[in-house]
């Protein structure tokens, strides 16, 4: 008997391997991914990066403007999140199961938090393009339709998992439809919110570069520009910069969340 | 690490038993947070770069750009079998770099978990890997493309190198949950560290690591379409990049959009499906 949990054991692991193995060979054929110069250019990439992607004194004189860039990205990702957020809120209490009015409401914000997770962000920074250019409404419309659809279903899934008891126990009192949400739901899940607030902000900091290089705005543009031009040293401080702005976000929002969770 | 002490001062935190609700450090912090995002966002909107954009024109033209692409899509330059094609093939690239940065995580991870690896070890290995973080994917694959040459090749490189990240982080934190009495108890009957990773640690981390694991996966299948557009790898990001910056050709964006949404959507309710059942089975 207990040799037979081991050999079935055994034979799901043989082909669970199996499946990867097949499923790696196949992916490796079709997307043409070349395994040994895979291999070798990550060494040269390393040995290129060391002597030639660092920033020198000469590109030190370009900060200023990287910073300038920068402060703008970050004030965009930070509108992005939460003008998303108010409307992903509306959303989610319309939506989440303790809340919402009629299944409908469920269904509806569902498929719009769907939707809008789905699209893809360079669909959406190549549509915004063609009718708001290269100015940065462009970085921060697109960056907010993403963020519409995260918040939409982090929210609702937040709803979904604190508001349950607060509702049954307020409902139980006899309070209407708004007291129970402004003074239980929204409570009870503000810190989970907030928490998923500042990842957001994270994130769009960080997809804030692909849109800029896309639509030709923000941090991610002036990246694109030195990089184009091989002035990698200006390149990799505009690199640093990004790293020092996220990780600074990243610490902030870690200690906020050691204190609110 | 900073350590965030300024928000809840002494004398906010001390009880003040005559209100029905002290205002403890958590909601200070919350309330703080909250009015320092408002604040920022209204100064942001305020000052936010228009480059004399005519506002209700630009909707207008978007909501009508997007009228074309979601009403009538259609293409010129490819079959909907090659559409669906190259949509294998951004399926096969997220795939790649979700494998090989799962592998090489799962080494990372248990080297980073704190009780498995000894602490300067696993201190070496978490600053490095939010330092891989912090770097926009995107820039990782163009870095990696100077050397490899844009392409599919650097993609897979560079979004590895993400998801490395990514998951070993993940990866570390569900071996934390481990309890250390488990792993005493193994080691007291003489097991020695690999018995103790592959016969304690991974079983029961197992669905965890799964369920992050295809959560990468998702997260791989729409970086592979943006570096299909920004990156020139193959896949059907690189027709996005095309029908619309080089053909202008609003019908085939709606179809390519089509096809991304499709799988998109799809993986989605397969993750949501692979969560319950294996919350169910934890």
Redesign the interface.
């Given at each position: 008997m207990q040799a037979d949990v081991f050999i079935r054991r055994r034979n799901n692991a043989v082909v669970f391997f199996a499946i990867?193995v097949v499923?790696?060979a196949?992916?490796?054929v079709?997307?043409?991914?070349?395994l040994q110069?895979?291999f070798t250019?990550?060494i040269?990439?390393f040995i290129?990066?060391a002597s030639n992607?660092y920033p020198d004194a000469g590109s030190l004189r370009k900060l200023p403007d990287i910073l300038v860039k920068l402060w703008?990205t970050v004030?965009?990702s930070?509108?992005a999140?939460?003008?998303a957020a108010i409307f992903s809120m509306f959303l989610a209490v319309f939506g989440s199961r303790t809340t919402r009015i009629h299944v409908s409401f469920t269904v509806i914000a569902r498929g719009i938090g769907?939707?809008f997770?789905?699209?893809?962000?360079?669909?959406w920074a190549?549509?915004?393009m063609?009718?708001?250019?290269?100015?940065?409404?462009t970085g921060?419309l697109a960056l907010f339709l993403g963020s519409l659809g995260f918040l939409t279903r982090a929210f609702m899934e937040t709803i979904d998992e604190v508001g349950e008891n607060a509702v049954e126990a307020l409902t139980s009192t006899g309070a209407a439809y708004f007291p129970v949400i402004f003074q239980a739901v929204l409570p009870a899940s503000?810190?989970q919110i907030?928490s998923w607030?500042?990842f957001m902000?994270e994130t769009n900091i960080?997809?804030a570069?692909?849109v800029g290089?896309?639509t030709g705005t923000g941090i991610?543009f002036l990246?694109d520009v030195y990089?184009k031009s091989f002035d990698?040293h200006v390149a990799s401080l505009v690199?640093i910069v990004?790293?020092i702005a996220?990780?600074i976000v990243?610490?902030?929002s870690?200690?906020?969340r050691?204190?609110?969770l | 690490?900073?350590?965030?002490k300024g928000?809840?001062t002494e004398q906010f935190s001390s009880p003040n038993l005559n209100t029905a609700k002290p205002l403890d450090?958590?909601a200070l912090?919350?309330r703080l947070?909250?009015l320092v995002?408002?604040v920022?966002?209204i100064?942001?909107?305020l000052?936010?770069?228009?480059?004399g954009?005519d506002m209700p024109?630009?909707?207008l033209?978007?909501l009508s750009?997007?009228r074309t692409?979601f009403f009538q899509p259609y293409s010129y330059h490819f079959t909907v079998w090659q559409g669906f094609w190259e949509i294998?093939?951004t399926?096969?690239?997220a795939?790649?770099t979700t494998?090989f940065g799962g592998v090489i995580a799962l080494f990372l991870g248990l080297m980073a978990a704190q009780n498995l690896a000894p602490k300067w070890l696993t201190n070496v290995i978490k600053s490095v890997v939010?330092?891989i973080?912090?770097?926009?994917?995107?820039?990782w694959v163009?870095?990696?493309a100077?050397?490899?040459?844009l392409g599919?090749?650097?993609a897979?490189?560079g979004l590895t190198f993400h998801s490395v990240a990514y998951l070993t982080k993940a990866y570390s934190e569900s071996f934390e949950d481990l309890d250390r009495s488990v792993i005493e108890a193994l080691m007291a009957t003489g097991a020695n560290w690999w018995q103790v990773v592959f016969q304690a640690v991974i079983p029961s981390s197992a669905t965890y690591l799964l369920s992050w694991t295809f959560l990468r996966f998702e997260i791989n299948f729409?970086n592979a379409?943006?570096m299909g557009?920004?990156a020139g790898a193959?896949?059907i990001?690189f027709d996005?990049?095309m029908a619309?910056?080089f053909y202008f050709n609003l019908h085939e964006?709606g179809l390519?959009?089509y096809f991304?949404?499709a799988f998109?959507?799809i993986l989605?309710v397969l993750a949501t499906n692979m969560k319950s059942r294996l919350m169910k089975q934890a």
């Open positions: 990867l499923l790696t196949g992916s490796i079709i997307t043409q991914y070349d110069k895979g250019s990550f040269k990439a290129w990066g992607f703008e004030l965009m930070i509108a999140t939460t003008v769907s939707f997770r789905n699209m893809p962000l360079v669909a190549m549509i915004l063609l009718a708001f250019s290269q100015s940065s409404l921060f503000m810190p907030v607030l500042l902000v960080r997809d570069t692909l290089l896309l991610g990246f990089y990698y690199v990004i790293v996220v990780l990243e610490t902030v870690n200690g906020v050691r204190v609110i | 690490m900073i350590e965030i928000i809840g450090r958590a912090a919350i947070t909250l995002l408002a920022t966002t100064y942001a909107l000052t936010i770069n228009a480059n954009i024109k630009a909707i033209d978007t750009t997007l692409i294998v093939i399926l096969g690239l795939f790649l494998l939010a330092f973080r912090a770097v926009p994917s995107i820039l163009l870095i990696f100077v050397a490899a040459g599919s090749t650097a897979v490189i729409s379409v943006a557009a920004a193959a896949g990001g996005l990049f619309s910056e964006v390519v959009t991304i949404l998109a959507i989605e």
